[in-house]
């Protein structure tokens, strides 16, 4: 009898952990392909420079579908019960978004700050591939 309890009492403690633990692996992928998702937003910034300025219509349109992913990783961070520097830095993703939307459309009133448009780009790249290794080693 008292094998059959230790079963069922470790039973329900793991299922608190398993439930932690999906939520890191879901932080983990979306981080991962956020982190993809920047690499594809350059890559579109670039083809809107280089090849055809009509691609600058897929560089805007294309955040639309990624912009909100830092805050539904801060979410899942927070269930996986991760360390508050990763869910700071996965707000810091999102920060880093705004800034990039004020930066882009900050020219007609001071063109030296939307200069600054393609260094918050790198910033992103390396905050989002770093948050993507540090997410993938919490899972």
């Known amino acids: ?14 299922r608190p952990m398993a439930k932690g ?10 981080a991962a392909i956020f ?14 420079t280089f090849v055809d300025p009509l691609n ?24 996986g019960r991760l360390a508050r ?3 700071w830095q996965a707000f810091g993703l999102f920060g880093l978004v705004l800034l990039m939307y004020f930066t882009a459309n900050f ?6 700050v939307s200069a600054l448009h393609p260094v918050v780009a790198l910033i992103l790249s390396w905050l989002s591939v770093a948050v993507a290794v540090k997410g993938a080693k919490s899972a």
Do not use: Y
């Open 56 to 79: 600058w219509a897929r560089h805007e349109s294309f955040v639309h579908m990624i912009e909100f992913v830092p805050l539904a990783m801060l979410g899942f961070g927070f269930a």
């Open 107 to 112: 020219t007609s009133v001071s063109p030296v």
């Open 35 to 48: 982190a993809v998702c920047v690499a594809v937003q350059v890559f579109l910034a670039g083809l809107a």
């Open 21 to 30: 633990k999906a939520s890191r692996v879901v932080f983990a992928v979306l």
């Open 85 to 87: 520097r990763l869910l």
């Open 1 to 14: 009898m008292e094998k059959k309890e230790s079963i069922l009492k470790n039973a329900g403690e793991d």
